[in-house]
């Protein structure tokens, strides 16, 4: 005589819901995992990367990452692009520029930090100007500062004459010609007119990442200048910090 013994039915079901359960739980705290983890390498990127850009750029920045993984980005030392961001960027005298920049393909995998390409949107305002102008040994001839939409500035001179100035970009660099310099027929002194021009001149020809200028015009609003650059290598030889920044000591 054979005897069989029938399991319930409805044990299976619940170990299999259990099993779900587990499993569930077990990805999700994986997941969890992954995601602190990929929150804070970006968080350490976008300081490292701060850090290295704010001394290329001279002034605080904010930087931003690519969408791809930044774990994926940390294994192969290579990052597709990072945004560059400044509200008050400083580049020879220049004060009052914002900087709104992005260098491309940057590779550590060699030990040292290098860019493929980079792009860059220069704003300099008319207050940004005065500014920088005041600074300068003639900065209080220097009243007010017009910027028109027939690319020229106008600085006005102790409230009786205007130097007129056009910036144009010729093999990279930014020339500043002189339209008009006369106060009732008679001419402003040279060392001022020199001294605007030269000031407007040498604040556009000091830029990052070896970029140079690639267009520039005038509005209403200031100046406003694209750069442009290729392959160039980091100045600072301790991008640091660790694993994320490309392991570098």
């Given amino acids: 005589m054979v005897v069989t013994t029938n399991t319930p039915a409805s044990n299976s079901p619940a170990r299999s819901r259990r099993t779900v359960l587990i499993v569930l739980a077990v990805v999700g705290v994986l997941l969890a995992a992954l995601i ?32 791809q993984p930044i774990l994926l980005q940390v294994l192969r030392k290579h990052y597709p692009y990072v945004g560059i961001h400044s509200d008050n960027a400083a580049f020879g005298s220049a004060v009052g520029m914002k900087l709104s920049a ?8 060699d030990g040292t930090g290098r860019i493929g390409s980079s792009s860059a949107d220069i704003d300099w305002s008319t207050a940004g100007i005065q500014q920088t102008m005041q600074q300068q040994p003639f900065g209080s001839l220097v009243s007010e500062v017009r910027a028109g939409n027939d690319g020229t500035l106008t600085f006005a001179v102790g409230g009786l004459a205007d130097l007129v100035v056009a910036p144009s970009v010729s093999g990279g660099t ?20 020199d001294g605007v021009a030269q000031t407007i001149a040498t604040s556009l020809q000091t830029y990052p990442l070896g970029m140079t200028a690639q267009q520039i015009d005038v509005d209403t609003d200031g100046i406003h200048l694209k750069l442009a650059g290729g392959s160039y290598q980091l100045q600072s030889s301790e991008v640091d910090t660790g694993l994320v920044c490309g392991q570098r000591t």
């Fill in 36 to 67: 602190g983890v990929e929150l804070y390498a970006r968080h350490e990127a976008t300081s490292c990367l701060s850090a290295e850009f704010e001394r290329e750029v001279g002034s605080a920045v904010d930087v931003d990452l690519s969408a």
């Fill in 102 to 109: 992005r260098a491309a393909d940057i590779d550590l995998a």
């Fill in 174 to 193: 930014v020339q500043v010609n002189t339209r008009s310099a006369q106060v009732l027929g008679i001419g402003l002194p040279t060392d001022l007119v």
